[in-house]
């Protein structure tokens, strides 16, 4: 065997070994994933927040929304970070979420109380007799 054909030998030989070794990375933690995931609900709630709100650093926010107009506008969840509400979005999340719990509720161990909570304030915000039709269509 040339010496050439040995060094082919073993660089595909290694490469396989390093190709494995990546394959066989550390196992997925879907609990923590769940977890973060129900955590950023936390993260987007507007209006006056729960004594139960996990993320402390999140205050109080938009407690006026909607007052210019006459209407009572606060809760929901701000879309992404950016400090506004879209509605479909809000309501899409909302079902999802809802979903999720229907479909899942019953391997979510301790995060299924959050994932309620979590509806429950989007859900409030969607029903609250202060949006009408015209809201949503705008």
Same mark, same amino acid.
């Given at each position: 065997?040339?010496?050439? $054909?040995? @060094? #082919?030998?073993? @660089?595909?030989?290694?490469? @396989?070994?390093?190709?494995?070794?990546?394959?066989?990375?550390?196992?997925?933690?879907? =609990?923590?994933?769940?977890?973060?995931?129900?955590?950023?609900?936390?993260?987007? !709630?507007?209006?006056?927040?729960?004594?139960?709100? !996990?993320?402390?650093? !999140?205050?109080? $926010? =938009?407690? %006026?929304?909607?007052?210019? #107009?006459? !209407?009572?506008?606060?809760?929901?969840?701000?879309?992404?970070?950016?400090?506004?509400?879209?509605?479909?979005?809000?309501?899409?999340?909302?079902?999802?979420?809802?979903?999720? #719990?229907?479909?899942?509720?019953?391997?979510?161990?301790?995060?299924?109380? %959050?994932?309620?909570?979590? @509806?429950?304030?989007?859900?409030?915000?969607?029903?609250?007799?202060?949006?009408?039709? #015209?809201?949503?269509? =705008?």
């Amino acid at each position: 065997m040339s010496t050439n $054909s040995l @060094l #082919v030998g073993l @660089l595909i030989a290694s490469g @396989l070994l390093a190709m494995t070794t990546v394959a066989q990375g550390p196992p997925h933690n879907y =609990a923590d994933a769940l977890s973060k995931s129900i955590l950023f609900f936390n993260g987007q !709630r507007s209006g006056k927040l729960p004594s139960f709100q !996990r993320m402390t650093w !999140r205050k109080d $926010s =938009a407690l %006026h929304d909607g007052s210019d #107009v006459q !209407r009572d506008l606060m809760g929901g969840y701000y879309d992404g970070g950016d400090n506004v509400k879209f509605n479909f979005p809000m309501a899409f999340t909302t079902t999802m979420l809802s979903w999720s #719990v229907l479909e899942f509720g019953n391997l979510m161990g301790p995060e299924l109380q %959050h994932a309620l909570e979590a @509806l429950r304030w989007g859900t409030d915000y969607c029903l609250n007799p202060q949006m009408n039709l #015209v809201q949503w269509l =705008a």
